[in-house]
Structures are given as structure tokens and as C-alpha cells.
Antibody
């Protein structure tokens, strides 16, 4: 069965960096595009970043562009999100999610990892 | 970006009754090549990640009870849950995937 397991969250100070990981199993990771979606405490879902299956295409929400970087290692079935220049408003649970093969709806989600940015 | 607006923000329904959720997009999400609407519904129970319920506005995912149904086209969509059960308490989100970036509605919280 499909499993997505995020890790790397924690409590950090504003301006610092963090790298999130998402370990994928149960499907052929290298053939699927992936997304990161976040959810601030008590708030709704906010799409963050996308990466194509081969890693050649990526795009970001305006709110994180220039600060976050999505990447993937298809040999190790892992998706990453590098978070730089963290701000208080980046505090959220970060989910990785698998895209359906051709369309950007998200058929599997991980349990999420919490990032708290606080001084 | 396409803005998704859900209504109401919260909904209280009795067990066994029907719950109706609305979702409106700021522009049409109808993919004319296949005449399918690029609209998904997700369920998020407390403390859990979202779960995909419906894609293409009306196609239930495998394992989703047939009490859940989706309808609508263009810019106006509805998720209906019949014979409401206690386990249906959750926040329900719509999402468009017609254009990038994909965008979510703000969610509707269902209470019993």
C-alpha cells in the first residue's frame, strides 16, 4: 500500500533553515509527480510546491518562492523540501502528497510534519 | 489563480440526515476536451491528513461509501452526504486542478 512518511519538522527561530523529507513506498515513486501542502494551526490547506516525476519541472506558491526549494531523489524514493528564511507565518503542518498520474489531484497524503517558527 | 469559495463555513446536521456542501470557483474548471470538471473533494478528520473522496467532481474513490456524492459543473459544485454517520465529522475541502497552481477552498466544518 502507498505510504508517505514525512520527517524533519521541529521548532526553529525566524530566519533559520530546515529540510523536510518524505519517504515514499508502495508505488513506483519515480513515475509520479509530488506536492507539498501545508496547514497552519486551525487553518485550511495551502498548496506549497510541486515537482514533476523526473525533477525537471517545479513550481512554488508565491508565499514561499525564493525561500523554499523542492527536490527529489528517485533512487531513494524520497521527496524533500528545503525551507530557508523561515518566518512565523510558515508555522504549519507540512504534508507531502502524491499526485494522480496525469492530474493535480492528490490521491495519497502523508501524516505530516510540524514546523514551528518562533523566537 | 483560481479562487475556490466554500459555503457554509460550518454545518450542523443530525445523524441520519443529509449534509450539503457548496464550492464555487472563480472561473470554470471544465476541461472541454473531455467534458470533465477538474474538481476534487477531500475529507479531513481531526488529527488526520486529508483523504481524497471524489475526483472529476463526481467520481468516488475506491472504498468511499456511496453515501458520498458529488455534482456540479463549470463553477458550481456540491458534495452531498446522505444518511449522516458520526464518523463523518470532519472538515471538507474542495480543490480545483484545472490550472496551476491547484487551489483549495477554505473548508466546511461538519458537526453532528
Amino acid at each position: 500500500q502507498v505510504q508517505l512518511v514525512e520527517s524533519g519538522g521541529g521548532v526553529v527561530q525566524p530566519g533559520t533553515s530546515l529540510r523536510l523529507s518524505c519517504a515514499a513506498s508502495g508505488f513506483t515513486f519515480r513515475t509520479y509527480a509530488m506536492h507539498w501542502v501545508r496547514q497552519a494551526p486551525g487553518k485550511g490547506l495551502e498548496w506549497v510546491a510541486f515537482m514533476s516525476s523526473d525533477g525537471h519541472n517545479k513550481y512554488y506558491a508565491d508565499s514561499v518562492k525564493g525561500r523554499f526549494t523542492i527536490s527529489r531523489d528517485n533512487s531513494n524514493n524520497t521527496l524533500y523540501l528545503q525551507l530557508n528564511g523561515l518566518r512565523a507565518e510558515d508555522t504549519a503542518v507540512y504534508y507531502c502528497a502524491k499526485r494522480e498520474f496525469n492530474w493535480n489531484y492528490l490521491d495519497y497524503w502523508g501524516q505530516g510534519t510540524l514546523v514551528t517558527v518562533s523566537s | 489563480d483560481i479562487v475556490m469559495t466554500q459555503s457554509p463555513d460550518s454545518l450542523a446536521v443530525s445523524l441520519g440526515e443529509r449534509a450539503t456542501f457548496n464550492c464555487k470557483s472563480s472561473q470554470s474548471v471544465l476541461y472541454t476536451s473531455s467534458y470533465r470538471n477538474c474538481l476534487a473533494w477531500y475529507q479531513q478528520k481531526p488529527g488526520q491528513p486529508p483523504k481524497l473522496l471524489i475526483s472529476w467532481a463526481s467520481t468516488r474513490e475506491s472504498g468511499v461509501p456511496d453515501r458520498f456524492s458529488g455534482s456540479g459543473s463549470g463553477t458550481d459544485f456540491t458534495l452531498t452526504i446522505t444518511h449522516l454517520q458520526a464518523e463523518d465529522v470532519a472538515v471538507y475541502y474542495c480543490q480545483q486542478y484545472y490550472s496551476d497552481p491547484c487551489t483549495f477552498g477554505q473548508g466546511t466544518k461538519l458537526e453532528i
